[in-house]
DNA sequence: CAGTGAGCGAGCTTCCGCTTGACTT
């Protein structure tokens, strides 16, 4: 008989909780929820004041069983999970589940892994909190209500299979409202004007002190005016205005501003950040990954401060406590930081390496001092002019956190650009006469704004209080499976812009090409994405709206304050709600994005994109009920065209494919665009026409040598054939030698010689291959 | 691997949050 059980949701921490405890306390985990909502028949009653049916999750029943025993076997049983409304739930789901009796079962929370945190919480246990298990209950049948009577309406009136729900259509949505206002924004340019003037620095040397005009101009023609009264001007110190800055470092990682700065630094997405994170927390190295909570533990604090001591002197730490902004953040555990301190690296693979420096380096600086500078701007008159040139220069004093860290904006990973240097300026007075080397008016165009990272979006669901850090890399890894929503590479485009040098009292004048617009690893909608996001917004405007989830989050805070019933403030919420899934079902369009180019000026049809069966399609023509009547013509949209965008010689050139080539061997030569680019097609057979041809241009001879080029590579590829079953062949493949037999192939043992192989052999192979599982979730037929 | 875009229409799809494995071509 074991005296105690204590569960806990994560076994990594049961491991750390069991050391501390000793003794007398067996710990193990849940592993998160071990009940959820049944699937089938909507999992809840809803004329009957919502009554949820739950049931253990499949994948759950082993632990279950498992918890069932080892809870029989104790005298007492401590429920440990974590102190926010989802763990309470869990909590309450495992007294149902494993029948615990109130005497024998015990409440604790604790929000930091440190063993005073664990002995305090076994002093001071409570019982199940039953309001926050009804505001959990609350967010759970929200959900559950708003996924699953939304999703079919997009069945019925878009395409089928499409998701709905609280979280992923409004994180769809941002993308979406971005790339309109991309897509919207007009580029305007004006001269930036610099001026570089020569100036001899402390030690006497000749030095450069470059300084800013005021203002800029909105022509070339006024640029070239303020350059012309240049000529003539004198230019003379009007002020040096000192004054001390100073910046403060970060706060310690939660999971949202771990994502963005691995993203920023080390080019790592959303769900690879948290893969490595959970390597790193389950080997030890670092606290909980999934947190919102920007607090240390006293413990952690106090090593840090040692740390920054040993390393750089005492003058370098300042301890601080710093506060959770996030809207709606629970808190139930540390901020994300090394488990010790005087780890400064740690051994793993390359990514684990650099995230744990990452995170260390976070935390140190976090308790160290700040820095202290010197801002000084410097601004110069023109005797014959209003405007005004402004040099700023930024010195550091103290060095203080950033000596360790510096946190990396968004604007920067745009640019690609460093952090910018510090600028000194050169012992100056005022009055001082200055001497003109040149100045340059460099024509300059407004950023249109930026598209989301997945980190960015990340950061401006958390602001929203949007999701939780258990979600973000599911939710963003989501909206891209449902394909509303893709990551790319976008290639530049070339762009010229003017530079007027006005130098030695003459004006030059030079066009130059900077490449603009390229990005990496951006979200935008698909066509898809778009339909479906119009479509929810135009019909379930609560739903979408971005603060819908802030208003819901407050109402479940006052059911856990006890102030409201849950089912009723689900019943306020679900009457007009379902009355608006009623209206869509009934009243709602069939939506696909619909959009008329123009005619077709050979037939004098109409041309139309729309969102089709397989995705976006260019049509010409309309299907008629005549008899006899002509069918519409179809092609798939491809390469960067968009249904919001397409023009309609874009939307023709689509229907030039495929071409007839003529005749090879007696059979047809076709040239088109596939799933995977261009290709030809002869004799049923496929060969890649590769990037170094055009499929619009490409002739015959050309198709000829790729598809007898393509027959020799196939030739060479066959390692073994066999008279008596021509079905069956041993082959070479990307991957290596294998057998391929009706259609489909089979792998050959690596101990086995694949040019020794008999066709007994091969036959036994094929017999005793697994059945191939399919891993992939929902995939098509 | 790569075309499709009408047709009978059965049966299925879908949410958010909490947590880890077991899968390979």
């Known amino acids: 008989m074991q005296e105690n059980l204590v569960i806990v949701e994560s076994p990594a921490k049961a491991k750390t909780i069991e050391k501390f405890l000793g003794k007398g306390f067996v710990v193990t985990s849940s592993m998160g929820h071990i009940r959820d909502l049944e699937k089938k028949d909507f999992g809840i009653d809803i004329a009957n004041k919502f009554k949820p049916r739950y049931i253990v999750s499949p994948d759950k029943k082993k632990v279950v069983t498992e918890l069932k025993k080892l809870a029989k076997d104790a005298n007492m049983v401590w429920l440990a999970s ?12 495992l007294k149902e589940v494993l029948k615990l009796k109130p005497e024998n079962t015990k409440r604790i929370v604790f929000h930091e892994i440190t063993k005073d945190a664990i002995t305090s919480a076994v002093k001071n246990p409570r019982t199940i909190d039953n309001n926050l298990v009804d505001a959990q209950q609350a967010r759970r049948v929200l959900d559950r209500i708003v996924g699953f ?9 878009v395409k089928p299979s499409l998701s709905a729900g ?22 305007e340019s004006a001269f930036r004007v610099t001026g570089f003037f020569k100036m001899n620095d402390a030690s006497g040397k000749t030095t450069e002190l470059k300084a800013e005009l005021s203002e800029r101009f909105k022509t070339e023609e006024e640029a070239n005016a303020f350059l012309e009264k240049c000529k003539t001007a004198e230019f003379t110190v009007a002020d040096v205005a000192k004054r001390p800055g100073k910046r403060s470092p970060a706060p310690p990682f939660t999971t949202s501003t771990l994502q963005q700065e691995a993203s920023r630094k080390l080019g790592f997405s959303v769900s690879q950040t948290m893969a490595v994170a959970q390597k790193l927390y389950e080997s030890g190295k670092i606290t909980y990954m999934r947190t919102d909570s920007v607090n240390l533990s006293g413990l952690a604090i106090n090593t840090s401060k040692q740390k920054i001591e040993e390393l750089h002197g005492e003058n370098y730490v300042k301890i601080r406590k710093y506060k959770t902004k996030a809207k709606g953040a629970q808190e139930a555990h540390e901020a994300i930081r090394p488990t010790y301190m005087s780890n400064e690296t740690v051994a793993g693979t390359n990514q684990e390496q650099r995230l744990y420096e990452l995170i260390w380096k976070r935390t140190i600086a976090s ?6 500078l010197e801002k000084t701007t410097v601004s110069i008159s023109i005797s014959n002019t209003k405007e005004k040139f402004v040099a700023t220069g930024e010195v550091i004093i103290f060095d203080g956190f950033l000596r360790v860290y510096i946190e990396s904006t968004d604007e920067e990973s745009n640019n690609g650009q460093a952090l910018k240097g510090q600028a000194i300026i050169p012992p100056i007075k005022t009055n001082d006469k200055l001497k003109l080397a040149q100045i340059q008016a460099t024509e300059r165009f407004s950023q249109r704004p930026a598209r989301y990272t997945e980190a960015s979006l990340v950061k401006r669901l958390e602001e929203l209080g949007i999701g939780r850090p258990s979600t973000y890399a599911p939710t963003i890894t989501t909206i891209q499976n449902r394909n509303y929503v893709v990551k790319e590479e976008r290639q530049g485009v070339e762009r010229k812009y003017k530079v007027l040098v006005l130098k030695d009292n003459a004006i030059s004048k030079e066009t130059k090409t900077e490449i603009t617009g390229a990005e990496k690893n951006k979200l935008s909608p698909t066509d898809i994405g778009i339909v479906v996001n119009d479509f929810l917004v135009d019909n379930f405007d609560q739903i979408m709206d971005y603060n819908f989830t802030a208003k819901v989050e407050a109402e479940f805070d006052s059911i856990a304050e006890g102030k409201k019933v849950w089912t009723e403030m689900l019943e306020s919420f679900y009457q007009p709600f379902h009355k608006k899934v009623e209206d869509a079902l009934e009243h709602a369009e069939r939506s696909n994005g619909e959009r008329l180019l123009g005619k077709d000026p050979k037939t004098g049809k109409p041309v139309f994109v729309k969102v089709g069966r397989y995705g976006p399609l260019a049509q010409i023509g309309e299907v008629s009920q005549e008899e006899g009547a002509e069918k519409p013509r179809f092609a798939s949209l491809r390469g960067g ?10 939307a023709l050139d689509l229907f030039k494919l495929p071409r007839d080539l003529g005749e090879y061997e007696n059979k047809k030569v076709t040239v088109a665009i596939g799933r995977f680019g261009p290709y030809i097609r002869h004799d049923s057979k496929f060969v890649s026409l590769g990037k170094e041809y055009d499929p619009y241009t490409v002739e015959l001879d050309v198709a000829i040598e ?27 493949g990307r991957w290596g030698p294998y057998i391929s037999y009706k259609k489909k192939n089979y792998k050959i043992p690596k101990t086995t010689k694949a040019e020794e192989l008999s066709l007994e052999d091969c036959m036994k192979i094929i017999k005793e291959a697994p059945e191939p599982k399919s891993r992939r979730r929902g995939r098509k037929k």
């Open 82 to 93: 974590d102190e926010d409304r989802e763990g309470e739930a869990i909590a309450w789901h």
């Open 149 to 157: 009577e939304v999703s079919p309406v997009l069945w019925k009136k």
């Open 166 to 187: 609280r979280v992923q259509s409004v994180a769809v949505r941002l993308i979406v409202e971005r790339e309109r206002e991309i897509r919207k924004f007009n580029s």
């Open 367 to 372: 308790q160290m001092a700040d820095a202290k």
């Open 641 to 650: 065209l968009n249904i919001e965008t397409i023009t309609l010689e874009e």
């Open 706 to 732: 790729l598809i007898e080029a393509k027959r020799e590579k196939d030739r060479k590829a066959i390692i073994r054939i066999f008279d008596e079953e021509p079905d069956l062949r041993v082959l070479n």
